[in-house]
């Protein structure tokens, strides 16, 4: 006699089997039963642990289909390691993406006065900049600020972010940057006079940035005053830039304010 399966469900009804991925650190996923995607930090037996953009956590069982990964469903596995996977982290802190593409770009901006202030967002930031799609320009300098805001023409769909130096009640910088009104662009800026001091002095091997008198320029005294090699501050500032290898080199008051410019562009922040 034949023998047929007592499964009576139509072909193509039925749930094709999912590929299965390892839960290797790192790998960013989506729980769709709740919409959480996050990237995984720890993986034990039967559960994966996984970690958002903000650092939440939330624990899940590893069920067959249980998972998405860039919109396709997927079975998570435990890697063949027995030991509990740990995720590795971008200059910037985040939780990195392995073999993550860049995304294409927003409209959205973000713009920084100087090229040095740009080569040190792009230094620790760059690849969550690269992930979100976010490009960084330069400014040389932000008397015009207003202006160059109206011709970007910022919106709901395109926000602009300022990041200014010398960002102080009562300064010039403070009273133009109050100027820029538009809902759609954010201005925020340090307390330094210069990027370099938003490098932590501890990690330059000097005990602290030295003043500069008034009316000096800034660079120039402060290379003179370190012993640097004050005609050629480029150079100085690429050796600076070499001793920056993560956010923990950077003083906090620089940290926030980037990580606020990039929530609101991204629309993470509040316009």
């Given at each position: ?5 007592a499964?009576?469900t139509?072909?193509?009804?039925k ?6 991925v ?20 720890r ?5 994966v642990?996984?970690?958002d953009?903000?650092?939440?956590h ?10 998405l ?78 202006s ?6 910022p919106?709901p ?28 662009a954010l ?52 050796a600076i ?29 509040e316009?």
């Open positions: 006699m034949r023998q047929y399966s499964d009576l139509p072909p193509w009804k749930s094709q089997p999912a590929p299965e390892a839960a290797e650190p790192g790998l960013v996923v989506e729980e769709p039963g709740t919409g959480f995607c996050g990237a995984v930090i993986c034990e037996a039967g559960t642990t996984l970690e953009r903000f650092g939440k939330r624990v899940f069982p590893l069920e067959p289909r249980g998972f990964l860039e919109g396709r469903v997927v079975t998570l596995v435990r890697p063949s390691s027995s030991a509990p996977v740990r995720p590795s982290r971008t200059a910037s802190g985040s939780v990195a993406v392995p073999g993550a593409r860049a995304r294409v770009a927003r409209a959205g901006r973000i713009y920084v006065e100087g090229r040095h202030d740009a080569e040190l967002v792009e230094k620790v930031w760059g690849d969550d900049l690269r992930v979100e799609g976010v490009v960084v320009e330069y400014l040389g300098g932000v008397d015009d600020l207003p160059i805001v109206a011709e970007f023409a919106g769909d395109a926000r602009l972010g300022v990041l200014v130096d010398h960002l102080v009640p009562g300064s010039k910088e403070w009273r133009i940057a109050e100027s820029v009104t538009s809902e759609h201005v925020v800026g340090h307390p330094y006079i210069d990027i370099w001091e938003a490098v932590k002095p501890s990690s330059l091997g000097i005990a602290a940035w030295p003043r500069v008198p008034h009316g000096q320029d800034w660079k120039t005294g402060v290379c003179r005053a370190l012993g640097w090699p004050s005609e050629n501050t480029g150079a100085v500032w690429q830039l070499k001793r920056v290898t993560s956010y923990k080199d950077l003083e906090p008051e620089l940290l926030g304010r980037v990580e606020e410019l990039i929530d609101f562009v991204t629309g993470t922040g316009a």
